[in-house]
């Protein structure tokens, strides 16, 4: 062998020992560095555990490991919004709204965000009706159909609304009922008391510079009263009249004036007589019952604005055949001025219940339902169901009340009103009147009284 060759391999061999020796270097460092990225998993782990998200973050960048570093974001995406969760329900707490609604919005569809956010502004209508900005309580919670409790709380605050303009009405500050009236917007027969307040703010400024006491002749004290004197017949004035005063007329039968100056006889010295302005009339009878009433309504309206009462709770009387005047007047004055006539009470009309057409025609029946009227027909046995007329306004959903009368006689059951505290209740003061005297049917369309209930 040459000497060259022996050198090739001398040099072979230690190439090849210069080989092993390099893997067997490799392997080891292999084996430590896979220790070493194990070692770093676990500590990168052991951040997680502990919920040091972030830490956990950059360790799993420094590993490459995208799987587990998605599940750090993830983690410290859920801090991130439990943080602003709370931070948007102490906003919430401390009456923010708006703050909190926004910060609850900025949260997505984490959680229950959203419905929170809808809290927010239940909560803020709440906060503007606390503090009587109703309207806009009202206006907010109508942005809410269909979040829980916000439906009730409209009519609540409505209701409300209502009842303070109807407080101002009475009261006639008329000024502040029609702003209230237009807050409120239409609901319930507030358009029509808007316009009744708007019509007494423009009686009041064509009025004179005195205040001029409503009468033909000067009125005179009588009783608890004054009493004035008009074509129509007699109006009685409480000397306390004021927001609490109702409203009465009565129609005596076309054949007796004298039932006006009874009736008033017996309303001005009772021991205690409701407080009313009360206007008497003297004859009226079926004969253009529609004058008759827009005439006795102007009459009254005009005392009642010159006594500074916002006519109200209004009570119709008719004796005889005054029953054809009240019972068409409940809604006469419903479809020309929107006045809903509370309570009708005739007394004895008797055979009269038998001309239909004179009473109720099916219209004027339609709009006293609609009006909510109820009517109290005073008479003795044997008049219900069996006269037509009475059946139709029954017919038409007229909630109506045969009073059987045990006695009396026709003057007797007209004053017996007063005496047994009809009138008195009627007029919105006292319960019903429970006595021998009066027995109640209510009828409705399966009554057969007189006949049997």
Wanted: proline share 3%.
């Amino acid at each position: 062998m040459s000497g060259t060759i022996k050198r090739i391999l001398a040099v072979l061999v230690t190439l090849l020992a210069l080989a092993l020796i390099l893997l067997g270097g490799l392997k080891v460092w292999q084996i430590r560095n896979e220790r070493q990225f194990q070692a770093a998993v676990e500590n990168a782990k052991t951040f997680y555990a502990a919920g040091e998200y972030a830490k956990a973050r950059e360790a799993f960048i420094a590993l490459g490991l995208e799987d587990e570093t998605r599940a750090c974001d993830a983690q410290l995406l859920r801090l991130k919004n439990e943080e602003d969760y709370r931070a948007a329900e102490a906003q919430l707490q401390g009456g923010d709204f708006l703050g909190a609604k926004e910060a609850f919005l900025a949260l997505g569809d984490y959680g229950d965000a959203a419905l929170r956010a809808r809290e927010c502004d239940f909560r803020r209508a709440e906060d503007y009706a606390k503090r009587g900005r109703y309207s806009e309580a009202i206006s907010l919670m109508g942005t809410l159909p269909d979040y829980p409790g916000a439906a009730e709380r409209i009519i609540e605050y409505r209701d409300t609304l209502y009842d303070r303009a109807l407080e101002a009405t009475y009261a006639c500050r008329m000024d502040e009922a029609v702003q209230r009236w237009n807050e409120l917007g239409d609901y319930r027969d507030s358009e029509s008391l808007k316009r009744r307040c708007l019509s007494r703010i423009v009686a009041m400024a064509e009025g004179t510079d005195e205040p001029v006491r409503y009468s033909e002749y000067a009125g005179y004290d009588l009783g608890k009263g004054t009493l004035y004197y008009h074509r129509l017949g007699l109006i009685y004035v409480p000397k306390d009249a004021g927001p609490e005063t109702t409203c009465m007329i009565f129609y005596p039968g076309g054949y007796d004036e004298a039932l006006a100056n009874n009736y008033l006889t017996e309303y001005v010295y009772a021991p205690d007589p409701p407080n009313a302005i009360m206007l008497l009339c003297y004859a009226n009878g079926y004969g253009h019952v529609a004058d008759k009433v827009e005439d006795s309504w102007r009459a009254l309206e005009q005392a009642a604005l010159e006594n500074n009462v916002f006519l109200h709770d209004l009570v119709l009387c008719g004796a005889s055949m005054g029953a054809y005047t009240a019972c068409q007047g409940a809604a006469i004055l419903y479809d020309s001025y929107g006045v809903k006539t509370d309570k009708v009470l005739t007394f004895d009309a008797g055979m009269h219940w038998e001309v239909e057409s004179h009473v109720m025609t099916p219209e004027q029946c339609g709009s006293a339902a609609k009006a909510g009227t109820r009517f109290y027909l005073f008479e003795f046995g044997g008049v219900g169901m069996n006269k037509r007329a009475i059946a139709l306004m029954v017919a038409h959903g007229n909630d109506v009340t045969v009073v059987e009368c045990a006695g009396g006689g026709h003057y007797g059951i007209i004053t017996d009103a007063i005496e047994y505290g009809m009138i008195d209740w009627a007029l919105g003061r006292g319960e019903r009147p429970v006595n021998s005297n009066y027995t109640y049917y209510p009828l409705d369309r399966q009554s057969t009284y007189p006949y049997g209930e």
